[in-house]
């Protein structure tokens, strides 16, 4: 089977939801490797977590298929946490805790990986990291969310601009939320914002959009519209991004078309976000019936 190497912080995340504080595993190595798992890729992961992260976590990841390339455990520090709340203005992130930064020295100079994917939520991975892993794989991804956040005292989370750009040339692969295209690319206009990052050598380019789905563009191949599928309840959004990308990458490395794995990347974000917690799939019929309703209402962007 092909393999998807995650390279970001796991996380312990306190959901807010309603009247219940739920505390659970987090990071978008979790929930992108599961998602991967479930549609037939080997996952792997790089990353940090402090002495605070439960060692059941580790377990479970493992009973699941996720293979540990490299998991630091520094007893010393905490774990990267967040709270997360919904609210009718949109998610509030309040940092709780970081770990250290993932660094060169953390990747294995003989990885071999069919595709590569680096997903950030705290700033922890730095240009060096980018541009070894460039080489490392046939494909390589990115997710900016923790390059273009900023802490206040109180741990809560402001975006601010991506301060080098360049960095975005070292990747085939972008996926960025709606909120992030600007300080991402100084454009908000979702067909601006992926105008640019094809002009800085990004192939594909996808901005989520929540509830209003996705834009994604392959270069020289045209940009289209994927609605979101309604789900049948919305219990938690934390992770969806990450289930989305995860999906979209499994289903490219399986070798099918752009559009097909944006719709499969969605079908599998409207199912996560109808449970809490990150999952492997277990009903896989579901989300490739969801993914030909969306292909069905997918439409193609005039562009300008």
Known sequence: MPRLVTIGHLSIDYIDVGDTLSKMLGGPPAYVSLAAISLGVNASVISKVGGNFPSEYILWLRSQGVDFLSLEIIQSVKTTSYMLKETEKGRVLRLLGKAPPITARDVPLDLDADAIHISPIAGEVDKEVMEITRGLSHIHSLDPQGLVRQFNKDGLVRLVSLKDKSLL???DIVKVSETEAYPLTGF???KMA???LHNLGVKIAIITMREKGTVISEMNKGTYLIPAYKPKK???????????IG???????????????GCVGSAAASVSIERIGP???TDLD???????RILESTRRIQET
């Open 286 to 292: 579901t989300i490739y019936e969801r993914a030909q």
């Open 247 to 261: 999906a979209f990458l499994a289903e490219y490395l399986h070798g099918r078309e752009t559009l097909w794995c």
């Open 169 to 171: 040339s070292l990747f």
């Open 279 to 281: 999952a492997v799939f």
């Open 234 to 244: 919305i219990i938690d959004s934390t992770g969806a991004g990450d289930t989305y």
């Open 188 to 190: 908000s206009s979702p």
């Open 194 to 196: 992926i105008r640019e």
